[in-house]
């Protein structure tokens, strides 16, 4: 790679905002056959993309994004579960999961959040809510 083009890529990937796929092409004048060059230096690990959707080396979808600019993005744990979502509506969510995988904290932008606690066979023994719902089995 030229040191001129490396240097306009590195200001893309510094600069560019979602829609990537938008941007990319009608701000920057990327070629489709560029961009899993990008992202993967946005998302700072090797990416594939599959149509309208990224993918990270686990296979994880890690952006979407339509042609009306519709996007959304996930990150994930080391184990695969999702983390954190959000969406170009401004919607978003945050996940806590236990070792074995359950959910037990869900929290969103609309400020509704569940707390919950599973026992070692995995039973749900405990439920909180924001609207005030609360079931205690333990």
Excluded: H
């Amino acid at each position: 790679m030229n040191k001129k083009y490396e240097k306009y890529i590195n200001y893309i990937v510094n600069d560019i905002q979602a829609p990537y796929f938008i941007n990319m092409r009608d701000n920057y004048g990327l070629s489709p056959d560029e961009y899993e060059m990008v992202l993967s230096k946005v998302y700072n690990l090797p990416v594939t993309i599959k149509g309208s959707y990224v993918y990270n080396t686990n296979d994880n979808t890690i952006y979407f994004e339509n042609s009306d600019g519709y996007w959304r993005k996930w990150e994930y744990d080391i184990n695969g579960n999702i983390i954190y979502s959000e969406n170009s509506d401004g919607y978003w969510e945050k996940f806590e999961y236990d070792t074995n995988g359950k959910v037990i904290y869900l929290e969103n932008s609309d400020g509704f959040w569940v707390k919950r606690e599973y026992d070692t066979n995995g039973n749900e023994i405990y439920y909180e809510n924001s609207y005030g719902n609360i079931e205690d089995r333990r």
